[in-house]
């Protein structure tokens, strides 16, 4: 199916490599494209919450140091 015809995208979980693409992908498809996601996983994809993997307070001090320095930002920032 040609990109253009792309009408939806079921997100499985909220895990970064699962939902980190979906902005851009909605962007560059140029037309409304709908998000399914698990009612309980939407405030982690919306960004209300920490996605769980990626929230620094659960990690360990060495898998928190190899996050982007934005992500160790906004995750502090969510977590107040």
Known sequence: MPFENLKAVILTHQDIDHIGGAPALTQKA?????????????????????????????????KAASLPEEMRQLSKTLRR
């Open 30 to 62: 140029g037309h409304d494209i709908t998000i399914y996601a698990h009612e309980l996983e939407c405030p982690y994809i919306e960004g209300g919450l920490p996605l769980i993997k990626t929230d620094i307070s659960r990690m360990t001090k060495e």
